[in-house]
């Protein structure tokens, strides 16, 4: 089945302690939709300016994406620049160039309308919302968010929690949405806004879900170099779904699995600065992963 | 078989945000020596001062402890206060009175000679050294240690390193000791120093563990509430050890479950102030939170 993925589609220029790369595909709708590309059938909605370069919208063909929801509009492509600290866990915005995003509004074609996994993708709520009322029934929801939305956008993001299967959202935000510092009563909490399944994630710690059968503690590969850590989140999600559209059986079933697939597709977005090692990885290096972890787990 | 454990024998005054509780019996060989009892028969080597309680001689006797290598100084006992943030992740000191283990020198009987696991729990690295002295051909020896003797016994602890079997550390001591903040890196850099096994501790995100077989990441155990961390870390390793000690077959095949019952022990010491939850818990109680760990992290 296929994943409807919506989200932004960015330029980001990143900047390491050790190097920089300017105006790579970014955003967190080209994270997820490659990381979702290489388990199932993508629908991308998105927005993007006259100037994104042709050798992106080829990136996007080349995974299978469709791009029918893909509109390109007057104006520049959202562009953020950012820069990272020595351990990589620390990153501050340099600048933010809204171009387009600021009035893009996501009209889904009417192919899109029907997709039965929806991945909405870290992007204002409103938006967000504004995607879920041109859906027909949709199977499974999810919704990615950030702390920005949070602290500006609180009524329309809660709204969308009201509406969605699961909600995804890291260790800070799930403490800056419920002011819990304690991990399992924040899932708690967060589970009272609406969303059946809730997962936190902890970056290089893993993540935890919380669902109608219990916890799960799904790892995360270990890693011994970290080149960008940007859109890790995004491709995390867009794998979970990807592997959920593409898996037989209930959402209950699979999620565990979805979350370690999504957890290794991450470890490859990792090794390479925007989707540079995340386009040249295969199904068979995921798989080959999965097992890794499968051992480094085992007790 | 048991368990030889070396460390401090203390009087521990802890404020968190929301309690204070003075002089509870504390320490790492105190903490440790508790959780190894759950499992196997511990021989404790620690000195105390005169004001020592007579109650807490009482309550490691409950466990089966052999006292017979804790010797009872003229001077008071080693008294540590400290105060937790709201987080509970961040502790200060409030004072330190080394009492009698500043003149404290490890004695141990011949019965303890030919002990076959030994603990080097956190006491200065030149205690640790001199205990493994006195040892004959142990089976298996684990070190622990802290910031404080990396600072300033570091050529201490860098021979004892040499000595070991396995060393045990939380995740900010290894980035001091190696100066490395990825901890791959990190682990890969302790064993240079000597030990065949290297286990870093992350607190509630669990720990890791670099062996000759490859690495394991163990889950922490799931807590909705933390009264005092205190004595966690020592808690997990006397588990461990004490698992190790009573386990049939090699240490290597052993290892994963043993770290495992460290952790589930750790999280019952996490539940009460100093020793308080660790003391009412039980072998039962234990199996029971190591059973839904399977659960909590199959896939």
Chains 1, 2 share one sequence.
């Not at 105006?23 to 388990?39: I, K, M, N, P, T």
């Not at 956008?153 to 403490?175: P, Q, Y």
């Not at 419920?178 to 009272?192: G, S």
Request: with cysteine.
């Amino acid at each position: 089945m296929s994943v409807l993925i919506v989200g932004t589609t960015a330029l980001d220029s990143i900047k390491t302690p050790t190097k920089e790369n300017p105006r790579l595909l970014g955003g967190s709708a080209s994270h997820a939709a490659v990381a979702a590309s290489f388990f199932s059938p993508v629908k991308l909605v998105g927005g993007v300016g006259e100037d994104f370069p042709k050798k992106y919208i080829q990136l996007y063909k080349k995974h299978g994406i469709d791009l029918a929801g893909l509109q390109i509009l007057p104006g520049k492509t959202f562009h953020w620049s950012g820069e990272y600290e020595v351990n990589m866990n620390n990153r501050r915005t340099l600048a933010t160039e809204l171009g387009v995003i600021e009035t893009f509004q996501p009209k889904l074609p009417d192919a899109y309308r029907a997709s039965p996994f929806v991945l909405l993708g870290n992007i204002a709520p409103a938006l967000q919302l504004s995607v879920l009322d041109q859906m027909q029934k949709p199977k499974f929801v999810v919704a990615d968010s950030m702390d920005l939305w949070i602290n500006i956008a609180l009524t329309d993001l809660l709204k969308l929690l009201k509406r969605v299967d699961g909600f995804v959202l890291n260790d800070s935000e799930a403490e800056l949405l419920t002011k819990e510092d304690n991990l399992f009563r924040a899932l708690k909490k967060i589970h009272a806004f609406g969303p059946k399944y809730v997962i936190i994630k902890k970056g290089s710690h893993g993540s935890v879900l919380s669902g109608p059968t219990g916890n799960f503690i799904c790892p995360a590969y270990p890693l011994h170099t970290v080149e960008d850590p940007t859109g890790a989140g995004d491709s995390f999600v867009g794998g979970l779904m990807g592997y959920l559209a593409n898996a037989r059986g209930s959402v209950e079933k699979n999620i565990r699995r979805a979350m370690v697939y999504g957890s290794v597709t991450a470890s490859f977005c990792c090794e390479g600065f925007g989707l540079n090692a995340t386009v040249k990885t295969t199904r068979k290096a995921i798989e080959q992963r999965v097992k890794e972890l499968e051992k480094l787990t085992k007790f």
